[in-house]
């Protein structure tokens, strides 16, 4: 789904693999100059929209470890020689795939390595563009959520497994039950002005001020 942003900026989101999972590539219009978010899978299709639109992909972003996720960030690292970049709350996942894959009875994805970890409130550049990095944990200990400028106030939020459209995330372990998750929710995502657009990790995109006013979870 491509989206209809201001023209510095370009915006495209895909459902990838069996899992669906939202894998969203964004680039400042003037330099190409973009970043990859949770190539969950299938690569060719990803790489089919940087080749595409000349983009020049200098960074591939996670918001965390679940195998649907990252099981085609091998393919796009390689391809683009983009670092990649993960919270290090969610390096044991990283690093325990094969396990993950046993359990779904599928064969375990080729991972690359993990350039840096990503730190709450930093700034992630790309051209012209910034995606500030929100540590959002509940989900997984170390879910983060990427929140990228527009123009004047407007803002993009993309937010993995934490947020979605009427909905909330799961709270993995070793949280017992949700308070953190929804903590992370309404601390640092909800106050976001109600325009901020939200491109969740499944499903369809939502707004901040919509799910402030009408999501069930947090009522």
């Given at each position: 789904?491509?989206?209809g942003?201001?023209?510095?900026?370009?915006v495209?989101?895909?459902a990838v693999?069996?899992f669906?999972?939202?894998?969203?590539v964004?680039?400042c219009e003037r330099?190409?100059?973009?970043?990859?978010v949770?190539?969950?899978d299938e690569p060719?299709k990803?790489?089919?929209i940087?080749?595409?639109?000349d983009?020049?992909?200098?960074c591939?972003?996670?918001?965390?470890?679940?195998?649907?996720h990252i099981m085609?960030?091998?393919d796009?690292?390689?391809?683009?020689?983009?670092?990649?970049?993960?919270?290090?709350?969610?390096?044991?996942?990283?690093?325990?795939?094969?396990r993950?894959?046993?359990s779904?009875?599928?064969?375990?994805?080729r991972?690359?390595?993990?350039?840096?970890?990503?730190?709450?409130?930093?700034?992630?550049?790309?051209?012209?563009?910034?995606a500030?990095v929100?540590?959002?944990?509940?989900?997984?200990v170390g879910?983060c959520?990427?929140?990228?400028?527009?123009?004047?106030?407007r803002?993009?939020?993309?937010?993995?497994?934490t947020?979605?459209?009427g909905?909330?995330g799961f709270?993995?372990r070793p949280?017992?039950?949700?308070k953190t998750l929804?903590?992370?929710?309404?601390?640092?995502l909800?106050v976001?002005d109600?325009?901020?657009?939200?491109?969740?990790?499944h499903?369809?995109a939502?707004?901040i001020?919509?799910?402030?006013r009408?999501?069930?979870?947090?009522?």
């Amino acid at each position: 789904m491509k989206y209809g942003y201001p023209l510095f900026m370009f915006v495209e989101t895909i459902a990838v693999g069996v899992f669906r999972c939202n894998c969203t590539v964004i680039a400042c219009e003037r330099t190409r100059e973009a970043i990859v978010v949770d190539p969950g899978d299938e690569p060719e299709k990803i790489m089919r929209i940087v080749r595409a639109n000349d983009l020049d992909v200098t960074c591939i972003l996670h918001t965390h470890a679940h195998i649907d996720h990252i099981m085609g960030s091998f393919d796009v690292a390689e391809k683009t020689a983009a670092p990649v970049r993960l919270h290090d709350g969610d390096q044991p996942l990283w690093d325990n795939i094969q396990r993950v894959a046993e359990s779904f009875d599928i064969p375990t994805p080729r991972l690359p390595p993990i350039a840096k970890a990503l730190v709450d409130g930093e700034a992630v550049d790309f051209g012209d563009a910034t995606a500030r990095v929100i540590h959002t944990p509940g989900h997984t200990v170390g879910s983060c959520s990427f929140c990228v400028a527009l123009e004047g106030d407007r803002r993009l939020l993309l937010s993995g497994d934490t947020l979605f459209r009427g909905k909330i995330g799961f709270a993995c372990r070793p949280y017992p039950n949700s308070k953190t998750l929804i903590a992370s929710i309404r601390n640092k995502l909800l106050v976001l002005d109600d325009d901020t657009d939200v491109i969740p990790g499944h499903g369809p995109a939502t707004q901040i001020g919509i799910e402030r006013r009408h999501n069930p979870f947090l009522a």
